[in-house]
């Protein structure tokens, strides 16, 4: 009986450790860089993986994701993203209604997912995504602060436990050809050697307070009398000198 127990333990032990050998590790680090200034922003990432096992990554049915969570204060356009797809630059699908038009404090957050080319994940991968800031309304001017936030990294496969390592259940689109069909992916932690960036956007359109208009009117309308004023006495002056 004791025997027994003991060769059903070695057994599970020994496939515990198989497996935890036999398993992909997956070594990610993602860099991330902003170009451009005010309203239009570039965001690269460059993916690298260290040491992946090209053999058993490209036999399993792995596939590789980033995911954005991009806030209120800013938006990727469906139109724009749809013809970097079509183009073949980028695997994009953007979740979520998006209005364009829509200042910070009107609009509402969704998401965008990237799917990775599992082959290039092997190497690197360098991504370009467009970001459009939104307009920020307020009586202070000068800047506000939009923060970008960290993507995470999916990943999705058939086989269970393939991937080494625990990561949170996500649910995301199946792939860019099959945006409406959700599964399963696991967030995987990587290495990430930038902080979380706030980006300056100028706060514009005053207009829309009643409050601003009025008083820019009446500074309009004292600035006009005040020019009018001199006007009237430089012509008083030269009269009088005639
Ligand atoms: C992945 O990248 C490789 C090499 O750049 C390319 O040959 C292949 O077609 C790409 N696969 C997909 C699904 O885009
Ligand atoms: C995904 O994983 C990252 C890194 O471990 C973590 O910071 C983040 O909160 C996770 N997000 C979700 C939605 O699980």
Sequence with gaps: MKIQFLCIFVLVFTRIIK????????????TQKVENLGFHRDVHWLIKTNDLNKEKWLNSSCNAALRL?????????PDQA????????????????????????????????????????????????P???????SLMGGHAKVKLTRPLF?????????????????????????PGVPKVWK????????????LLVPIG??????????ISCILGCAGCIYILSLTYNQNYYREKKQ
């Excluded at 969570?69 to 356009?77: A, E, K, L, P």
């Excluded at 364009?100 to 991504?127: C, G, M, Q, R, W």
């Excluded at 970001?131 to 309304?137: D, E, G, W």
């Excluded at 359109?205 to 009025?214: R, T």
């Design 19 to 30: 497996g935890a050998r036999d398993c992909i590790k997956l070594d990610v680090s993602i």
């Design 69 to 77: 969570d991009v806030g209120s204060g800013m938006y990727v356009n």
């Design 82 to 129: 749809e013809d970097l797809k079509r183009l073949g630059k980028i695997n994009i699908v953007v979740d979520g209604f998006v209005d364009v038009e829509a200042p910070a404090h009107e609009a509402t957050k969704h998401t965008v997912y990237i799917f990775l080319n599992k082959s290039e994940l092997l190497d690197k991968i360098i991504i370009k995504l």
């Design 131 to 137: 970001i459009h800031l939104r307009y920020h309304r």
């Design 154 to 178: 999916l990943i999705s496969c058939l086989e269970n436990n393939i991937i080494c390592g625990k990561g949170k259940k996500v649910t995301a689109p199946t792939s860019a050809e099959e």
């Design 187 to 198: 967030n995987i932690t990587y290495k990430a050697d930038f902080e979380e960036p706030e």
């Design 205 to 214: 359109n005053l207009d829309d307070y009643p409050c601003v208009a009025i």
